[in-house]
Each structure stands twice: as structure tokens, then as C-alpha cells.
């Protein structure tokens, strides 16, 4: 069964500062997509980024980037310049054919002033 | 509508009542999914529908549970006898097609078994 493990149950970073999330998974599959979700207090899932497997390129979001390393089957998120508003819960998530998110058990980011 | 709807936002219900949950999705998404989510832990998925079926049901707990989608738009997730254990937010999403390409989710209902 396809795993989501996110090793850092909470992060705090400096405003203006840049924090990374960490995310791994388990699949033997090839073809699929990874995402990043961001839960705020009012429950609701936002994307935040996504990446398909088959592309080399790491995607980016304005101060949303990924480190997407295959191979190691590591998925991680980077924030730049991180504002108040990026607080929240973050979750890493892996999705293939099944059409079944898989989510990871997330990470509580504090940003300070 | 412009998001996916949930209603109620909360619900308290006693243990071994029958409670409702609906999902108002994006006009025009063909797919819906549920997901739960525990205190503490990232969702987990509960049942996808492509259209009016049940395309993949594996992830409901027991045959307490159960969902439909009648008419391909809303949907609603049934809960019979209720236990404290199914106190959790349930998650809806849809998406246009294949979810890889997008899922937007609702804000959820945070069930509550006293």
C-alpha cells in the first residue's frame, strides 16, 4: 500500500525567513502526482503545489517550490520570504491511478513575527 | 457554485442516531470524493464517485456507512448508529475529470458522537 510519511509534526520559521517541509513516500508505481496542501483553522484543503511524477522539472508557485527527488521517492517544500498567513497545517499528499489521495499525518508551521 | 459547499459545518448527534452529511460540489465536476479526517491525522479517503456510481467504495469502515450521488451533482453521506469513534471532520472534494488534474475540497463537517 502506497505511504505518506511527513517526519516533522511541527516547523516554526521567521518571518521573511525561508522553512522546508519534509515529505517521503512508498510506491512502486510510475505514474503519479504529488501535492502539497495547506489546512488553515477553517478546515478547508488548499492547494499549494503540485508535481507530476513523469517531469524532471520541480515545480514552483511563486514562493512555493518543491525539491521532487524520484529516485529517493522525497517530495519536499520549500517556502520562501514566509509570511503570517503561511501558518497553518501543511500536507504533503500522492495520488495514482486509484484516483485515492493518499495524505501524509502533516506538519504544524508557526511563523513568528 | 463557485466552491464545494458541506453542510452542516457541525453536527452533534448522540450515539446510535442516524445523521446526514451533504456535499454540494463545483457545477460541472463529474468526480466526488469523501475523506476523513481524525484529530491529529491527514484525511482518509472514504469513497469516490464518477457520475451517479460508486466508482471505488474500499475506504468506508463498515456497512454503517454509506453514500450516494443520485443525480451525478450532490451527494450525501449516511451514517447509521453512530459511535463516538466516528466523531471526525468529513472531508468532500470534486474535480472536473481525473482528480491528479485538481481536487478542490469543502470546508468540511466536524461530526461530533456524545
Known amino acids: 500500500a502506497q505511504t505518506v510519511t511527513q517526519s516533522q509534526p511541527e516547523m516554526s520559521v521567521q518571518e521573511a525567513e525561508t522553512v522546508t517541509l519534509s515529505c517521503t513516500y512508498d510506491?512502486?508505481?510510475?505514474?503519479?502526482?504529488l501535492f502539497w496542501y495547506k489546512q488553515p483553522p477553517s478546515r478547508q484543503m488548499i492547494l499549494v503545489i503540485r508535481?507530476?511524477?513523469?517531469?524532471?522539472q520541480n515545480a514552483t508557485e511563486n514562493r512555493f517550490s518543491v525539491n521532487f527527488q524520484k529516485a529517493a521517492k522525497s517530495f519536499s517544500l520549500k517556502i520562501s520570504d514566509s509570511q503570517l498567513g503561511d501558518a497553518a497545517m501543511y500536507f504533503c499528499?500522492?495520488?495514482?491511478?486509484?484516483?485515492?489521495?493518499?495524505f501524509g499525518k502533516g506538519t504544524k508551521l508557526t511563523v513568528n513575527p | 457554485g463557485a466552491g464545494v459547499s458541506q453542510t452542516p459545518s457541525n453536527k452533534v448527534t448522540e450515539k446510535g442516531k442516524y445523521v446526514e452529511l451533504r456535499c454540494d460540489p463545483i457545477?460541472?465536476?463529474?468526480?466526488l470524493y469523501w475523506y476523513r479526517q481524525s484529530l491529529g491525522q491527514g484525511p482518509e479517503f472514504l469513497i469516490y464517485?464518477?457520475?451517479?456510481?460508486?466508482?471505488?467504495d474500499s475506504g468506508l469502515p463498515n456497512d454503517r456507512f454509506f453514500a450516494v450521488r443520485p443525480e451525478g451533482s450532490v451527494s450525501t453521506l449516511k451514517i447509521q448508529r453512530t459511535e463516538r469513534g466516528d466523531s471526525a471532520v468529513y472531508l468532500c472534494?470534486?474535480?472536473?475529470?481525473?482528480?491528479?488534474?485538481?481536487?478542490?475540497f469543502g470546508s468540511g463537517t466536524r461530526l461530533t458522537v456524545v
Open positions: 472534494a470534486s474535480s472536473p475529470g481525473r482528480g491528479a488534474y485538481g481536487y478542490t
Open positions: 510506491t512502486s508505481e510510475s505514474d503519479y502526482y
Open positions: 508535481q507530476e511524477a513523469y517531469k524532471q
Open positions: 499528499a500522492y495520488v495514482e491511478r486509484s484516483e485515492k489521495l493518499v
Open positions: 457545477s460541472g465536476h463529474t468526480a
Open positions: 464517485f464518477q457520475g451517479t456510481g460508486a466508482a471505488d
